[in-house]
């Protein structure tokens, strides 16, 4: 442990940022006040200086998270601004896969976060959609984006080898009993046009090629 005359003091900052990479790389369950103050080489109590406690803590991380989204801009076409929105979400949701279920309930209710909603919102309102079309076109949006995330999370076979993940979808699922799930899941493995297109995109594309025939109907 580094002496006291040679470390880095803490800072609110340096203790949010680093909870972050250690939340990311090991995922939140990992995260503990203790844990978090030997990495940085203090006491646990020396944190309390800066966070209040565990909620403040995440909460920071949390505001960290969302410093690295967009709202919808206020110019250009509505569509297109919802949707670079969006990527923006999703990406920094990539970063940290930790963070969309907080992020979705109570405790995830932060300022950043509420801004971003009413923002949607107001994008929405403003290019002409009623509040009934509107209520419905967030939800979709919003569900797309942190339903589909949650899932890409959850999709996650780190420490398996390519050669144990081919052995294991072989026995699984044989071509000749499951014969389309079997093409799905060789696509997986191969490279090819379908490898260019971002399946979030795509189902992004589609929700707003669908309320683009909403706002002309």
Do not use: C
């Not at 060789?186 to 929700?207: C, M, N, T």
Request: net charge negative; no cysteine.
């Amino acid at each position: 442990m580094a002496t006291s005359q040679t470390r880095t003091p803490l800072s609110r900052d340096r203790i949010l940022r680093a909870a972050l990479e250690l939340a990311d790389e090991q995922g939140i369950e990992a995260l503990s006040m203790r844990r978090l103050a030997q990495q940085l080489g203090f006491e646990a109590m020396s944190l309390y200086n800066h966070v209040r406690n565990k909620k403040d803590l995440l909460d920071g991380m949390l505001e960290l998270v969302l410093a690295e989204t967009e709202p919808p801009a206020a110019d250009g076409t509505w569509d297109e601004a919802i949707r670079q929105s969006a990527i923006s979400v999703h990406d920094a949701l990539r970063r940290h896969p930790w963070a969309a279920s907080p992020l979705m309930s109570f405790a995830g209710a932060l300022q950043p976060r509420l801004r971003y909603m009413d923002s949607l919102l107001g994008r929405l309102r403003n290019a002409g959609f009623d509040a009934d079309t509107t209520y419905h076109a967030y939800h979709v949006l919003d569900g797309h984006i942190f339903g589909f995330s949650l899932w890409e999370n959850s999709h996650n076979y780190g420490g398996v080898s390519q050669e144990q993940a081919t052995e294991y979808f072989e026995r699984l699922i044989p071509e000749a009993e499951l014969p389309y799930l079997y093409e799905h899941g060789r696509q997986h493995f191969e490279d090819g046009p379908h490898r260019h297109v971002s399946a979030f995109e795509f189902g992004l594309d589609l929700i707003l090629e669908g309320l683009r025939r909403v706002q002309g109907s």
